[in-house]
């Protein structure tokens, strides 16, 4: 089996700050003995205004923030999942929200560029990540030494289509930053469904508190197995969250109910 965490961080407007922060939670998954360990969504800055991250954008292999998760992965010997980042694009004023993945000697290995924008409003409460945010447009997924794993982010959990197209997962991720309002209503059984329909663990690592620019997000990173069950779960602060990926429980839930083998269409 392999020991696999979530990192929930609670991100401020100060990059050095969150990768100080980050660095130690990364330290304490990996002396859980967790093999893989997930960042949340935006952990590197959250700031006081959306267009805060533009000026902190960097491009490919360059740049503090990749430094810092290579470094990481390199030091703990970690394939690690680096939440989001700003990475440059070719529109003034917007970036692509990027998840990186390195190995455990601190390669760059996999790149999900996230599809799907978050757009609400309700009441005084609203966002609206278009305005700051270029769409990314491929699938993405890279192969851990237990199985595919899938790389979503945060709203793309209500797009069930994209995770069908990653293909059969050992292991799906979701860095997210769920609002507290929508996380209360959907967090919570919309990762509960990916994990039942495509029959597969689901590892989400949330941004989980209230942030100096007055957001609040919902936290609950939690692990979740292939039949749908909460194996571990953080509601709100700083912290880590871990469990095992067991692939042979993987292989009996799909021998048991093999509905990913009577898909029609």
């Not at 929930?8 to 700050?17: L, N």
Request: aromatic share 8%; with cysteine.
């Amino acid at each position: 089996m392999n020991t696999v965490a979530a990192v929930q961080m609670i991100s401020s407007p100060s990059v050095s700050e969150n990768i100080a922060t980050a660095r130690r939670l990364i330290g304490q998954a990996a002396a859980t003995g967790a093999s893989l360990v997930t960042l949340p969504e935006y952990w590197a800055i959250m700031g006081q205004h959306d267009s805060d991250k533009v000026a902190h954008a960097e491009r490919p292999g360059q740049g503090p923030i990749q430094e810092c998760m290579a470094q990481m992965a390199r030091e703990h010997g970690i394939w690690l999942i680096g939440g989001t980042l700003p990475l440059v694009s070719e529109l003034e004023g917007k970036v692509l929200n990027t998840t990186l993945v390195y190995d455990p000697e601190g390669r760059p290995v996999g790149r999900y560029d996230k599809i799907h924008l978050f757009g609400f409003s309700k009441g005084g409460e609203a966002y609206d990540e278009a305005r700051t945010i270029v769409p990314g447009a491929a699938v993405g997924s890279f192969e851990a030494p237990f199985g595919r794993v899938g790389l979503s982010v945060c709203y793309d959990l209500r797009f069930p289509e994209l995770y069908r197209a990653m293909g059969e997962c050992a292991l799906i991720v979701v860095p997210a930053a769920f609002t507290h309002t929508t996380g209360l209503a959907h967090w919570e059984v919309l990762l509960r469904a990916r994990a039942i329909e495509n029959q597969c663990y689901v590892l989400a690592a949330a941004q989980g508190g209230l942030h100096p620019n007055g957001r609040r997000t919902w936290g609950h990173s939690m692990l979740i197995d292939p039949w749908g069950e909460i194996k571990a779960v953080l509601p709100e602060g700083e912290g880590v969250v871990s469990g095992e990926i067991d692939p042979l429980f993987l292989a009996s839930v799909r021998e048991a109910l093999p509905a990913l083998r009577h898909r029609t269409m």
